[in-house]
């Protein structure tokens, strides 16, 4: 295992796209240490900053106040990267592989346009989770985000494939331009879920306030959920499907651009009251 | 003084075919002989005159639109850290100012030729110009649909038009002039287009393509400029379009032409479904004719933005890819669209380009008349010449490209039956020998005695695209720019400016039209030469 602690918290923006399991796992101590970031537009080496102990493994843990700590695990295809603190923006973006899993929060941008892999926040996170960076068409294309907490703006933001799952609330605009792929919110979310969606599913365990350019389908207990909820009861989240259970109410849209989304919203057995305000 | 011995010189400007001999440089120049200095032992090496581009886009308005409109590519592309000789930038498909120069010089490119500026934003053209360092700059200034001019055209006043033209070249600072769709971004402004030559342009009573094109060809004799008409027939890149091609040949009457990406005009077929590469038919002409030159447009496999004049081409370009546009009206001079593009090997049309730019490189017998483009960034990045001298060089790599492309391709190109390759000395009078003569830019494309000293030295090496990807040695002006990989040196260049004669007259006779429609204050609207930094300003007297 190699473990780096942080030093000092950056005073300005800390550019740490070298500290990914994939890339470290071939490196010796001294390699490591010599590997360089850039502190502002300052070249450091990695030494300067953190503490490094270990060599050879893709298994990475990282300490420290690292809010300033941009692009940790930046394309990694493969190994683990843990971090014991709060991670900066752009964590695991573009990932091929491998997992990463925060004690702590999270910024912006986590698994920007990933295509495969795991993110998992025990904490809360920003905005534009599995996004695409502004100028692309496509977000990410693969993989699984998990956050615990509440998340920012434009969750899933053009995402063309993938798992999204938001355990506490989320801001606006989340799906906004989606593709593809499923978002599963556990709390619901604020206005203007599901914006501009070509495609791709939202699924919502509390009520939402719709945009007028959704529209009430049916009520259904699609297969699709049961097997999402399969995939995600080994990670530890509890996603109900049975009849028995309730019910999911199928709303289609985003009519205005024209699109084929759609959105799921729970409707729990004991409580027949559709408790969505439409409009 | 510094003397390159025992390399391989290629310097078809004075028939020299690969003989060893040593180049003497002084003061930024060739001479004869001399002693003292530097030696560069250049055995087992090929020396070639400074690339020159022909025909690319890197400075202005429309480029830095581009910029703006791939951000995305910004992040995944190469970027260049600032050092003590380096300023910060990035590369991509629309690198910025300073990449630019560095990508360029990198190659072994030392001239490049800005194709397209519209007197508007000629200001903001120089601007970025001078900042692209170590290589020499011209420019072009964009006249085939200036309502000023076209009036005047209109109303059967060629004189007169032709001493605004004058005046437009000196105002923009121009090395000559680009004719874009002819009557075609006119049109556009009322949401038209032109593809008829004898067709009437919209909002005028007489002009037709043809007519703009027979007289810009003229006024370019007539004002003695040093570079020929630069023409972007009409019809771009639709099925079919080589009929229009061949008939603006004719309009041409015989006068001198420079023709613009020749790749996106030799298209056969009726449609998308069936658009066919008819370049045989486009080369024959150039066989025969010795009015003309033309750049090849090459298309490369990848990702790119698509930028040009051709507001009408881009909308429909947006409309098939159904992806990002942008579209800029310069009040009465042109328009222009952008339109980032990802040329497909799996796509029929694409497939067809691909083959086209090639075959057209290949099938046209001189290379004194067939440059090395891509149209940057049109068909593809200028950075990726090298995958194209390849393209060029090898048959078999040409074929085993071949065979990756759908079968169905093979019935619409004429590719797989032509195994030309190019010498060494074919491509440096296609990549420098060839461009300087046509663009009329004095003392470039030689090692000759009394040229500039721009020289370009490859490690001989059986893979050709890493030989002229990476040269060992890259000289401007006598000063070692690039040496074993690393920039050492950025020098400024300089650019060239022509100054046709001009009526004194014709400044008072543009100010009220100016006046009367532009946005702007006339006596912003010309750019001083002072304010050009580095200009060589070549006056012209009248043709007699």
């Known amino acids: 295992m190699i473990r780096l602690t942080l030093k000092r918290p950056p005073a300005v923006p800390l550019e740490a796209e070298v500290l990914s399991p994939s890339l470290l796992a071939g490196l010796s101590h001294t390699e490591i240490c010599g590997l360089h970031l850039y502190h502002g537009k300052r070249r450091m080496r990695v030494d300067e900053f953190f503490d490094v102990e270990g060599e050879r493994s893709s298994t990475v843990d990282i300490t420290g106040d690292l809010r300033r700590v941009r692009w940790l695990g930046r394309g990694m295809t493969d190994g683990t990267l843990t971090i014991h603190g709060s991670a900066g923006m752009h964590l695991g973006a573009r990932m091929k592989g491998g997992r990463i899993e925060v004690f702590g929060n999270a910024d912006d941008w986590v698994g920007a346009e990933m295509t495969n892999g795991l993110v998992r926040i025990h904490g809360h996170a920003g905005g534009q989770i599995g996004g695409a960076y502004r100028g692309s068409l496509r977000g990410m294309k693969n993989g699984t985000i998990i956050v615990e907490g509440t998340a920012g703006l434009e969750v899933g933001l053009r995402m063309r494939r993938g798992t999204i799952v938001i355990g506490g609330r989320v801001r606006d605009f989340c799906g906004l331009q989606m593709k593809g792929g499923t978002i599963i919110l556990l709390d619901g979310a604020e206005i203007r879920t599901g914006a501009w969606m070509n495609r791709g599913t939202i699924l919502s365990l509390r009520s939402l306030k719709l945009l007028p350019t959704f529209r009430f389908a049916c009520y259904d207990n699609p297969t699709f959920i049961g097997v999402h909820a ?6 530890g989240i509890r996603l109900p499907h049975a009849p028995t259970e309730g019910s999911w109410a199928r709303y289609c849209g985003d009519f205005c ?5 759609e959105i799921f919203i729970w409707h729990p057995a004991a409580a027949p009251e559709p408790a969505v305000s439409e409009l | 003084m510094l003397r390159i011995t025992g390399g391989k010189i290629y310097d078809p400007a004075s028939g020299i075919n690969g003989e060893i001999r040593t180049l003497y440089i002084e003061d930024g120049r060739f001479v004869a002989s001399g002693e003292g200095g530097r030696t560069i032992d250049a055995a087992g090496m090929i020396v070639f005159p400074g ?5 690319t886009h890197v400075a202005g308005g429309a480029i830095n639109f581009a910029r703006a409109m791939t951000p995305e590519d910004h992040r995944r592309t190469q970027a260049f850290i600032r050092s003590q000789t380096r300023r910060s930038g990035l590369g991509g498909m629309a690198p910025t100012t300073f990449a630019t120069g560095y990508l360029y010089a990198g190659m072994g490119f030392t001239t490049v030729n800005e194709a397209a500026v519209p007197v508007l934003s000629a200001r903001h053209t120089h601007e970025e110009l001078s900042d692209i360092p170590i290589v020499d700059k011209s420019s072009l200034v964009l006249m085939a649909n200036n309502e000023l001019l076209l009036d005047q ?12 033209l004058a005046w437009y070249i000196r105002a923009a600072g121009s090395w000559g002039i680009k004719a874009v769709n002819p009557g075609g971004v006119a049109a556009w402004k009322w949401g038209g287009n032109a593809g008829q030559l004898t067709e009437t342009v919209d909002g005028f009573r007489h002009v037709t393509p043809g007519t703009i094109v027979a007289s810009l060809a003229r006024m370019c004799h007539d004002l003695n400029l040093p570079h020929p008409l630069h023409l972007h027939c009409n019809n ?7 009929s229009t091609t061949l008939e603006t040949l004719r309009h041409l009457e015989g006068h001198r032409a420079h023709i613009a990406h ?3 005009h030799a298209y056969g077929g009726d449609d998308w479904d069936t658009m066919r590469s008819a370049t045989s038919d486009l080369a024959d002409w150039f066989n025969t004719h010795d009015n003309l030159t033309t750049d090849a447009g090459a298309v490369l496999f990848g990702d790119t933005v698509t930028i040009t004049a051709d507001g009408p081409w881009q909308h429909l370009l947006y409309r098939l890819t159904g992806r990002k546009w942008g579209n800029l009206d310069v009040e009465n001079e042109t328009g222009c669209g952008i339109v980032p593009y990802t040329y497909r090997p799996g796509h029929l049309v694409n497939a067809v380009q691909w083959a086209a730019g090639l075959e057209l490189l290949l099938l046209i017998e001189d290379p004194w008349k067939v440059f090395l483009s891509t149209d940057h960034p049109n068909g593809g990045c200028f950075w990726r010449y090298p995958e194209i001298l390849e393209l060029l060089m090898c048959a078999d790599y040409r074929q085993e490209c071949l065979r990756q492309l759908p079968d169905r391709i093979r019935s619409r190109i004429l590719l797989p039956e032509i195994d030309r390759e190019y010498s060494l000395y074919d491509v440096a009078t296609a990549m420098s020998a060839g461009p300087a003569q046509a663009l009329g830019l004095p003392r470039k494309g030689s090692l000759a005695v009394g040229c500039d000293a721009d020289v370009v030295i490859y ?3 059986d893979n050709i695209r890493r030989m002229f990807s990476h040269p060992r040695y890259v000289i401007k002006s006598g000063e070692i720019v690039i040496e074993d990989g690393d920039i050492r040196e950025t020098p400024d260049g300089r650019e060239f400016l022509v100054q046709p004669h001009c009526d004194p007259d014709t400044e008072t006779f543009i100010r009220p039209l100016f006046e009367d429609c532009y946005t702007m204050s006339f006596d912003n609207y010309p750019v001083e030469p002072h304010r050009i930094p580095r200009a060589e300003i070549h006056h012209r007297p009248a043709s007699p």
């Open chain 2, 262 to 264: 020749s790749q996106y």
């Open chain 1, 230 to 235: 399969r995939f995600l009861k080994p990670l």
């Open chain 1, 257 to 261: 651009v024209p699109g084929k989304g």
């Open chain 2, 459 to 461: 490690e001989e090496d």
């Open chain 2, 153 to 164: 055209l209109d109303a059967g006043e060629y004189e007169r038009a032709r001493s605004i």
């Open chain 2, 236 to 242: 771009l890149g639709a099925p079919g379009n080589v």
């Open chain 2, 51 to 55: 690339g020159v581009d022909v025909h």
